[in-house]
């Protein structure tokens, strides 16, 4: 088994996470075990599904070209160029792929849980910010990319996307499959036309920490990467959207992970994967075939919007306001829901 490391106090993040194990464990009672076994294929098939299957759709592309099914291979392709800029145009979400059971038996594994501390006006648009990224993003893509955390219902009227990895909107078949889901590549252009052209009642989220903020998922720790992203806070004043600060309490807690120091081998060679891919190649371990996440309680907390006027150039100072704005509202985000969310009142949030 892979084991870790991490600043602080490592002997105390260990027992804080046997305890979220435990608690974990004490969550499958009442459950039967056809049930449980659903819950555990169902967060399998996501996982291997986020690391095997875009790959396993390039090889499928490229050994159709070298069979009797060429035509097909060669009709897609030319329907791939033809369809390029369709992800950033909005997509083809469908509501029959949000609505799928697997999602709720996703979401019972954990648990995974929706929060709302405010109200959100279906008259408006918005960004949601949402740390931190953990390795999978397991409660930004429950919350906002399936209806099985009930977010129609928490906030009638208020239609999420999340933003993810550009790259993935190029792998052949693949596309496909996170298009129905909703899914948008997080580049402006995509979040303008999100934002401008769909009317009001629409929020796409991001998450801002993104592969660096991966690199720091480890269990008792809370790093969120802020500091230095102000993209989405630009955008968000061009556009006129409210800023929504998100915090996924134990998101972190869900696997192990390899840290390696900043100034180590292992940690240069992440960061150039990541500077020439756009993700972090992180070196994890669950609970159960090491892919398997361990069964800790997600929770979800939806902040209060933070009002942004629109501004077709805003000016340095007025980015920087809105994300100093944005930053201390993360932070009153996270200490106030912190014990009710399982962690006690010594942890902190680094903002880095």
Known sequence: MLSFSSAGEPASIQIRFEINSNKGAEMTKGKTQWKEFLEAVSVLQWVLSFIFLGLACYILMVYLMFTS??????????????????????GRKTIFVRKWRVWKHFRDFFPVKLVKTAELSPNKNYILGCHPHGIFSVGAFTCFSTDSCGFAEVFPGV?????????????????????????????????????????KGNAVVIVIGGAAESLEASPGVHTIVVKQRKGFVRVALELGADLVPVYSFGENALF??????????????????????GFAPCLFVGEHFMFLPYRTPVTTVVGSPISVPKCASPTEEEVDHYHKLYMEALSKLFHEHKVSCGLSESHELQIT
């Not at 933003?163 to 596309?175: D, H, K, N, S, T």
């Not at 192990?256 to 992440?270: A, H, P, T, Y």
Request: glycine share 6%; aromatic share 12%.
């Open 159 to 199: 239609r999420p996307s999340l933003a993810i990895l550009a790259g993935l909107f190029r792998i052949p078949f693949f596309r496909e499959y996170i298009m129905s889901a909703g899914l948008l590549p997080v580049s402006k252009p995509s979040i303008v036309n999100s934002l401008s052209k769909s009317g």
């Open 69 to 90: 099914l060429w035509p097909l291979s060669t009709l897609y392709f030319i329907w791939l160029v033809m369809d390029w800029q369709t992800p950033e145009r909005g």
């Open 256 to 277: 192990k992970q390899v840290i390696f120091s900043e100034s180590s081998l292992g940690r240069k060679l992440q960061d150039l994967f990541k500077n020439i891919m």
